[in-house]
T-cell receptor, first 118, second 115 residues
């Protein structure tokens, strides 16, 4: 397994356009997370899935944002009508939640998608 | 509300020096704490994960300690090398949301190791 994969690595778009990012998690991981990171800051949680179910969304995720994880495999994050404030690094992470013994929550991150809205 | 702080924001040291990066958190009720490395323009690489019941974890030249009661963790890097230059992030998993796996990050410390 090659780890968490994100595409594209970079995206430049004009304000008002729609963009879609893809994340392929580690194959046996049932949890998938999206985070957003702006320059000089740590990542901030956006949303997460367990299998195909989206279990939580942050207030940061306005109604212009939508995420899906069909069939519990890869995930997409779409931003509609992009704004300059959406410019950031979008990070995907996956983990395998085990409920026997210690809860194993170690997260593995992808290389991110750098979005620039001009 | 849990807040995570990393000080300093940036650090420059000569090669070979031992150094300590600091992470503090406001709520001691954590499930675990994870240290990550991030190279410029890249994603995060997990370095060490410390469970709340543990005091420290070691991997090679890295040693992370956890003092839950004081809300602090440190990442010790021995014999620093130019290749260690990167941003180091700590993240906590709050105890009461441990089942979500949702991490709260500090803003990072950017380390430069000069040859």
């Amino acid at each position: 397994d090659t780890g968490v994969s994100q595409n594209p690595r970079h995206k430049i778009t004009k304000r008002g356009q729609n963009v879609t990012f893809r994340c392929d998690p580690i194959s046996e991981h049932n949890r998938l997370y999206w985070y957003r990171q702006t320059l000089g800051q740590g990542p901030e949680f956006l949303t997460y899935f367990q299998n195909e179910a989206q279990l939580e969304k942050s207030r940061l995720l306005s109604d212009r944002f939508s995420a899906e994880r069909p069939k519990g495999s890869f995930s997409t994050l779409e931003i509609q009508r992009t704004e300059q404030g959406d410019s950031a690094m979008y990070l995907c992470a996956s983990s395998s939640i085990r409920t026997t013994g210690d809860l194993n929550t170690e997260a593995f991150f992808g290389q991110g998608t750098r979005l620039t809205v001009v | 509300k849990q807040e995570v702080t990393q000080i300093p924001a940036a650090l420059s040291v000569p090669e070979g020096e031992n150094l300590v990066l600091n992470c503090s958190f406001t709520d001691s009720a954590i499930y675990n704490l994870q240290w990550f490395r991030q190279d410029p323009g890249k994603g995060l690489t997990s370095l060490l994960l410390i469970q709340s019941s543990q005091r420290e974890q070691t991997s090679g030249r890295l040693n992370a300690s956890l003092d839950k009661s004081s809300g602090r963790s440190t990442l010790y890097i021995a014999a620093s090398q130019p290749g260690d230059s990167a941003t180091y992030l700590c993240a906590v998993l709050p105890f009461f949301s441990s089942n979500t796996g949702k991490l709260i990050f500090g803003q990072g410390t950017t380390l430069q190791v000069k040859p």
